[in-house]
């Protein structure tokens, strides 16, 4: 029973319960480590089990612990959390296309190992989004117009203080198809912070379990 006396029927219900317990071991854990994932399981039940007493661990079904995010995940998430803006786009008649370039040009912006793929989202809501919804405000996009989202190099050469060239960053281009017919044009659209977002809330991440 709850807190007001009423009964709650738990028969067909799953709970599941998440922790960080050894968190930071297994974000350090890739696909190629399979030698090193056996000790390091062992070390995290080792936490698990200085934390939790042995009578809350006896009343768990099972254990699982969950591999840190891969590249091939990542960019399937960055395409899931598209999918809002896609839908509400769609219905417009306007049809985005986040290319392979795009979408890890995205991830390379917004993606943090400690903090896994939320940071995408809001990077997606600030930039993207925002980006797109400055076009349709100006009429770049139109109904029947498709937009490629990519990504291109700098060619501009930087250097850090001490003179040492510095990785060459990829910045979005938002290519604008009116119809079929076009080549299209390239539209290097800023990347911009602003407050008007077009966005759906980023549905459930899918994580790989492991034994």
């Given amino acids: 029973t709850d807190s007001k006396g009423r009964t709650v029927d738990f028969t067909n219900a799953v ?25 390091t399981h062992k070390a995290v039940m080792a936490r698990v089990r200085s934390h939790f007493s042995p009578e809350f661990l006896n009343r768990l079904s099972a254990i699982v612990m969950f591999n840190s995010l ?19 786009l769609a219905a417009q008649g306007v049809r985005v296309m986040l290319e392979t370039s795009g979408a890890k040009a995205i991830l390379a912006a917004s993606y943090d190992h400690a903090y896994g793929a ?12 925002t980006t797109l919804s400055r076009m349709l405000i100006s009429g770049e996009l ?20 001490c003179g040492v060239p510095l990785k060459k960053s990829k910045h979005l281009s938002y290519r604008v ?35």
Avoid: W
């Fill in 15 to 39: 709970i599941i319960l998440t922790s960080n317990i050894g968190a930071e071991a297994l974000l350090e854990l890739t696909e190629q480590d399979s030698e090193k994932k056996e000790s």
């Fill in 70 to 88: 891969g590249p091939d995940q990542l960019e399937r998430i960055c395409h899931k959390a598209m999918g809002g803006v896609k839908r509400r």
């Fill in 118 to 129: 939320r940071p995408l989202e809001r990077y997606l809501e600030h930039t993207v989004v």
């Fill in 142 to 161: 139109s109904s029947g117009s498709t937009v490629h989202i990519e990504a291109f190099d700098d060619e501009s050469e930087s250097v850090d203080s």
């Fill in 177 to 211: 198809e009116q119809n079929s017919f076009d080549g299209g044009a390239m539209l290097d659209a800023p990347e911009v912070d602003s407050d008007t977002k077009l966005t759906d809330p980023m549905e459930g991440l899918e994580v790989e379990e492991v034994d």
